[in-house]
């Protein structure tokens, strides 16, 4: 789903949490956690952007299959990995004029 304010953090606690189906704490948790960071008012009230939302339902989904909280932390973190080599072969590929490998092709569906 796009989220409009997709980088923009526009979304209090409780209305993320609602967006989500998770209660307000889970997302407190995840931020303890490292899971998520969301923007702070002036004020220090958390603020969830559209971004946020896609990773609290991704997370969502994966502790409902059973991973817990750390394994979630390293699929994201893989996940990120992924992204940033990514956009590194990409940057390597227009530089050089280079076709991207085969097994990029394999990559992608990550």
Known sequence: MDWPDADRGVYAISVAAELCGLHPQTLRVYEREGLVDPDRTAGGTRIYSGQDLQ??????????????????????????????????????????????PPHS?????L
């Open 105 to 109: 092709r394999t990559i992608e569906g």
């Open 55 to 100: 990773k609290l339902r991704e997370i969502a989904a994966l502790t409902d299959t059973g991973i817990n909280v750390a394994g979630v932390k390293r699929i994201l973190e893989l996940q990120e990995e992924v992204r940033l080599l990514k956009a590194q072969v990409e940057r390597l590929s227009s530089k050089t004029g280079a076709v991207p």
